[in-house]
């Protein structure tokens, strides 16, 4: 079974919103801290966005993406959100999202493509 459900990439403008989302089945979702990690080509992935597991609602980015990007996660679907705005060229990359949790499995979406261009 598919971990995960991943949709809502695709082409967008510089300056530009776009929202990814990522449906979860078949585990703990609530229980499980949740990341949004990017890969651009040659470059190594990176983690860009954390949030915390249900209760704690901490959340952590990474400096290139801080105050343009938000995480959020919605337990009543099992779906954790990337609200992306003010994207640049620099935010192109294939986009994951990752639930890993303290002794328990890992688990990766499949990569969805995100291209800023004009």
């Known amino acids: 079974q598919v971990p995960f459900v991943v949709s809502g990439g695709g082409l967008v403008q510089p300056g530009g919103s776009l929202t990814l989302s990522c449906a979860a089945s078949?585990?703990?979702?609530?229980?499980?801290?949740m990341r949004w990690y990017r890969q651009d080509v040659g470059k190594e992935r990176e983690v860009v966005a954390e949030?915390?597991?249900?209760?704690?609602?901490?959340?952590w980015y990474a400096d290139s993406v801080k105050g343009r990007f938000t995480i959020s996660r919605d337990n009543a679907v099992n779906t954790v959100y990337l609200q992306m705005n003010s994207v640049n060229v620099e935010d192109t990359a294939l986009y994951f999202c990752?639930?890993?949790?303290?002794?328990?499995?890992?688990?990766w979406g499949q990569g969805i493509q995100v291209t800023v261009s004009s």
């Open positions: 078949g585990f703990a979702f609530q229980a499980y801290p």
């Open positions: 949030m915390s597991a249900s209760g704690g609602e901490m959340t």
């Open positions: 990752n639930a890993r949790a303290l002794s328990e499995p890992e688990y």
